[in-house]
T-cell receptor, first 113, second 110 residues
Framework: NAGVTQTPKFQVLKTGQSMTLQCAQDMNHNSMYWYRQDPGMGLRLIYYSASEGTTDKGEVPNGYNVSRLNKREFSLRLESAAPSQTSVYFC????????????FGSGTRLTVV | SQQGEEDPQALSIQEGENATMNCSYKTSINNLQWYRQNSGRGLVHLILIRSNEREKHSGRLRVTLDTSKKSSSLLITASRAADTASYFCATSGGSYIPTFGRGTSLIVHP
């Protein structure tokens, strides 16, 4: 009963480095999402994937790319990290019109120095 | 924007007391959800209320929705120290994707 699994849990990057955040869900959900959470800002949607094979931009997509590798996995890539991308990143999944809401992973705390 | 705004930003109560937090939003919605986030953890879904519903209960949680006032409230009865967390409302309109508010930080003192 893993739910949504994110890796890594913590990461420190230097400005300009790249990295990929991994997310996998085992609930057979169609939709997956990447959010960032900053103090006082709530959660902001970066990208989402309504179904396997599709991805769309959210509120704050600049500086990020995503890949929906298959139904289970949705990765977030930072090509050239910037200090403004220091944040906590959450992956979530849902049935498209689920009455049960989203299931969130435990987050990745990323610091860019 | 559909974004809900929670009020108050912070709430501090004693164990056993009731905690009430509110969410206001600007445009019509299809549903509104409440989530809890414990420190350093992901969000956990608590309850979803649809726009044609006025009240829902789940254990010690009671959620109301007043679409005429564009507001919702979350009541936690008989609070426990373990209820200490941040609580977020999330609204969904034409798109099924919810927009989250900034949260209410609840501290329950033992």
């Amino acid at each position: 009963n893993a739910g949504v699994t994110q890796t890594p849990k913590f990461q420190v990057l230097k400005t300009g480095q790249s990295m990929t955040l991994q997310c996998a869900q085992d609930m057979n959900h169609n939709s997956m999402y990447w959010y960032r959470q900053d103090p006082g800002m709530g959660l902001r949607l970066i990208y989402y994937s309504a179904s396997e094979g599709t991805t769309d931009k959210g509120e704050v997509p600049n500086g990020y790319n995503v890949s929906r590798l298959n139904k289970r996995e949705f990765s977030l890539r930072l090509e050239s990290a910037a200090p403004s991308q220091t944040s906590v990143y959450f992956c979530a999944s849902s049935r498209e019109s689920s009455p049960y809401g989203y299931t969130f992973g435990s987050g990745t705390r990323l610091t860019v120095v | 924007s559909q974004q809900g705004e929670e009020d108050p930003q912070a709430l501090s109560i004693q164990e056993g007391e009731n905690a009430t937090m509110n969410c206001s939003y600007k445009t019509s919605i299809n549903n509104l959800q409440w989530y809890r986030q414990n420190s350093g953890r992901g969000l956990v879904h608590l309850i979803l209320i649809r726009s044609n519903e006025r009240e829902k209960h789940s254990g010690r949680l009671r959620v109301t929705l007043d679409t005429s006032k564009k507001s919702s409230s979350l009541l936690i009865t008989a609070s426990r120290a373990a209820d200490t967390a941040s609580y977020f409302c999330a609204t969904s309109g034409g798109s099924y994707i919810p927009t989250f508010g900034r949260g209410t930080s609840l501290i329950v003192h033992p």
